[in-house]
Each structure stands twice: as structure tokens, then as C-alpha cells.
């Protein structure tokens, strides 16, 4: 999908660029994708920045949240991963059945990032409007309109639309407006800045 930055900020990454560096924030100083200042410029973890779309499908608005992916981690677009206080993200677990896990944020990814053996790299991942997201590999139900969503017990980072305890997703709903057919891997979903919901 093709978003473009309406945070009015200088040296603000692409959205659609996987950078690399062992380091806490970049110096910006590509010079052949998506060229930015010369000048050491900082994008700090966390940084959440506002953006817009003229997609027809998953248009209009959206939030992204800015990243760090550990060594050997690969990013699929369409799963969700959660974070930790270092802004490191890991897929988010099919296992779920505890309290830990209450609370937790987690943002959709967007964007394919390859596994780097030496360094960790970041980039963008969506935490809210329309996004597109992978549903469980197991389902056999439909999925009708503007629904709550959970997490997968087949597939880690996958979504389904199965209610369980401790699967709730807070701030995330289905966004079709018609009726998905259970063999269709894809979700068009709304993100509010969703998190794991207790498990109660």
C-alpha cells in the first residue's frame, strides 16, 4: 500500500524502507533508497508519525509506529508483532493463556524485512486505520462485517475471528463490508492501537 507522511517532520524514514544498524536511531545517509540529508539525523524507536492513502481498499489515514527488528528475525506484511521496552519487536505467540500478556501493544507489519544474521534493522509497522492482515491457517468460518478479532492458536502473529480467553485483541476489529469466506487468507481490518486484551 502506498502511504505518504502527512507529520510535517524533516528526516522522517520512508514507510516503505527497511534500515540497517546496530545502534539506537540512524544517521540518515542513503543515497540510493529513499535519499535523505547527508546530515546525522536520529529516528528514534517508538517515533509514531501520521500518514495517508489513496488506496481504495486500505486508504485513507493510518499511524505507524517505528520498529527495531532483532538479528535473524524476519518480518511477513499482514502478521502482528509486539514489543518490548527496547522497541523490539517479536511475532505475536499462539500461546496466550496467561495474564502476562495482558496489555501488551502489538502493530500490524506492512512492510517485508529478510533475516540479517549480524545486525538489527527497523522500519515501520501499523497501529492504526485500515491495514490488511493474515488470518489463522486453520479457520473454517466466515467472517462477517465490523467484528472483534483474536489471536491465532494455529499460526503465530495470524488473527481469527474465534472468540477465546486470554486472545481478545483490544482496538482491533474486522473493517469488510461483506462477508469473507473462510478459505480467504486475507482480512481487511481497522487498527485502534490495538493490545492483548485481559484475560478474564
Same mark, same amino acid.
Given at each position: ?5 502527512? @507529520? /510535517? ?25 529513499? /535519499? ?13 508519525? !501520521?500518514?495517508? !492513502?489513496?488506496? +481504495? ?15 535473524? *528475525? @524476519? ?11 527496547? #522497541? ?15 496489555? &501488551? /501493544? ?23 486505520? &485500515? ?8 479457520? @473454517? ?6 467484528? /472483534?478479532? #483474536? ?8 488473527? &481469527?475471528? *474465534? ?22 487468507? +486475507?482480512?481487511?481490518? #481497522?487498527?485502534? &492501537? ?7
Amino acid at each position: 500500500m502506498a502511504y505518504f507522511v502527512t @507529520t /510535517p517532520q524533516i528526516g522522517v524514514a520512508g514507510l516503505n524502507a527497511v534500515y540497517t544498524s546496530g545502534l539506537l536511531g540512524f544517521p540518515w545517509v542513503s543515497a540510493t533508497v529513499n /535519499p535523505l540529508p547527508s546530515a546525522a539525523i536520529e529516528e528514534m524507536f517508538g517515533q509514531i508519525i !501520521s500518514a495517508q !492513502s489513496t488506496d +481504495t481498499t486500505v486508504g485513507g489515514g493510518g499511524e505507524f509506529i517505528f520498529l527495531q527488528i532483532p538479528t535473524s *528475525t @524476519t518480518v511477513t506484511p499482514g502478521l502482528f508483532y509486539t514489543w518490548d521496552g527496547a #522497541y523490539k519487536i517479536a511475532v505475536v505467540a499462539t500461546t496466550q493463556a496467561s495474564q502476562a500478556n495482558s496489555g &501488551r /501493544p502489538i502493530a500490524l507489519a506492512i512492510n517485508t524485512v529478510s533475516s540479517n544474521g549480524t545486525s538489527n534493522q527497523a522500519t515501520w509497522f501499523q497501529v492504526q486505520g &485500515r491495514g490488511t492482515a493474515l488470518r489463522s491457517t486453520f479457520t @473454517t468460518l466466515n467472517v462477517q462485517p465490523n467484528i /472483534p478479532l #483474536y489471536v491465532s492458536a494455529a499460526t503465530a502473529g495470524r488473527i &481469527r475471528s *474465534t472468540a477465546s480467553v486470554f486472545r481478545t485483541i483490544i482496538g482491533l476489529r474486522s473493517a469488510n463490508v461483506a462477508t469473507v469466506a473462510s478459505n480467504v487468507s +486475507t482480512l481487511l481490518v #481497522y487498527l485502534n &492501537r490495538p493490545n492483548i486484551g485481559p484475560g478474564i
